[in-house]
């Protein structure tokens, strides 16, 4: 199946019904009063994440949504019935945002996550509502209110703690097969993977990470080279990014380090976060270079020619030769973030208690002192809070 990550939808929320105009019309009660009812309120969309799904593919084919309309008010005061409510499913990791203005409006982020994006209209008044004591038979009613339009642009970007980039044919589909339960295609011509696939690492029965597989970058990406820059959108919300690079390439005249500083351009170009988000280098094939020495001379000479790097690792995606050492550095650095901002959270958690606790509280004697009145029912109200204006 074809992977899409944008689709343009129309939304359109469920008009209110309208209130009735009628009269109480019984045995022996032939001049009743207004007993119109009002009109129901208009079905409302929602948008919900759904972790069972992968693709928009389900909205490029149907684009326009529309929820129930109320029912209209009938007499006796029967109230029409709320139109049903729409709930459109969606991946997780969906950004929904107005087509005009291009402010978002829902970030699916979650997995069961429910956001209302078009409010249904109000239901009309029905002619009970406006009778007065000067005017015992009011005709006037209140027509349903139309509910919300919107055109919206939906943007998926996968939820993954790690993204792998680099050069088409530097090994990454092999490299997530290696690591993890992915089985993306591998083939030895550029561009074999034409879509973002996920892959889950586990490091332990109760610590893993998703890792997400992109398509490869070329120089002039950003320019719509090869597949041009599209999916580097599936990589803004990782922790850390893989720089997946060939040590060994097969075409004599192919330079690693300019290839290399090339896909690190193209992120700039892309988005300037990219590039400050911590980043590792992941030397791949050593498997083709079998003299242990002329490895470690082609290994020091890209790291003296590419710069400075905050880490690198050596391995062969292909024997999963040093794959593990990565996978467990990985998670490290996660649980480390983790764990920093759950003390983050407990902290702010611990603020509020604190604050709550510290906010001064009536006394005894204060309260003796509200003045309390009775109401015809016999209820009491309290005058300070003004509850019954």
């Not at 129930?68 to 409510?85: F, L, P």
């Not at 939820?159 to 980039?165: C, I």
């Not at 208690?353 to 109200?381: L, M, N």
Request: hydrophobic share 35%; proline share 4%; net charge negative.
């Amino acid at each position: 199946m074809k992977f899409f990550d944008e689709a343009r939808i129309e939304i359109i929320a469920g008009d209110g019904g309208n209130g009735a105009s009628t009269f109480r019309r019984e045995k022996y009660i032939p001049m009743g009063g207004p007993d119109g009812g009002d009109g129901g309120k208009g079905g409302d969309v929602y948008a919900v994440a759904d972790r069972n799904l992968n693709t928009l593919i389900d909205f490029r084919f149907k684009r326009t949504f529309v929820a129930e309309r109320g029912e209209n008010g009938r007499g006796a005061d029967c109230y029409g019935k709320g139109g049903s409510d729409v709930d459109l499913r969606m991946p997780v990791g969906t950004i929904i945002t107005l087509q005009e203005t291009g402010e978002t409006i829902a970030d699916l982020d979650v997995d069961g996550k429910r956001v209302l994006i078009g409010q249904g209209g109000r239901g009309g008044l029905g002619n009970l509502h406006f009778k007065t004591s000067t005017n015992r038979a009011p005709r006037k009613k209140t027509m349903g209110v139309e509910g919300e339009r919107k055109s919206l642009y939906l943007e998926l970007k996968v939820l993954a703690d790690v993204g792998l980039l680099g050069m088409p044919n530097a090994g990454k589909s092999t490299f997530i097969r290696a690591v993890s339960s992915a089985k993306p295609k591998v083939a030895d011509y550029p561009f074999t993977t034409l879509a973002p696939n996920l892959g889950v690492v586990r490091t332990s029965e109760n610590r893993s990470f998703v890792i997400a597989d992109i398509p490869g970058l070329i120089e002039g990406a950003a320019d719509g080279a090869g597949l041009g820059h599209q999916f580097l959108r599936h990589l803004q919300r990782t922790h850390i990014l893989l720089h997946i690079v060939d040590i060994a390439p097969f075409d004599p005249d192919a330079d690693p380090v300019h290839d290399a500083h090339a896909i690190v351009e193209e992120l700039r170009k892309y988005d300037e976060e990219l590039v400050n988000k911590r980043r590792w280098l992941v030397l791949n094939k050593l498997d083709l270079i079998p003299d242990e020495e002329e490895r470690k001379e082609r290994v020091a000479a890209f790291l003296d020619a590419y710069g400075p790097v905050e880490r690198h690792f050596e391995v062969s995606a292909i024997s999963r030769t040093g794959c593990q050492e990565v996978v467990f550095a990985i998670q490290d650095v996660l649980d480390a973030e983790k764990a920093i901002a759950q003390a983050a959270e407990d902290a702010a958690a611990l603020e509020a208690a604190a604050r709550a606790a510290a906010e001064p509280k009536a006394t005894p004697e204060e309260e003796e002192d509200i003045d309390y009145d009775e109401t015809e029912d016999g209820e009491e109200t309290d005058n300070d809070e003004n509850l019954n204006p």
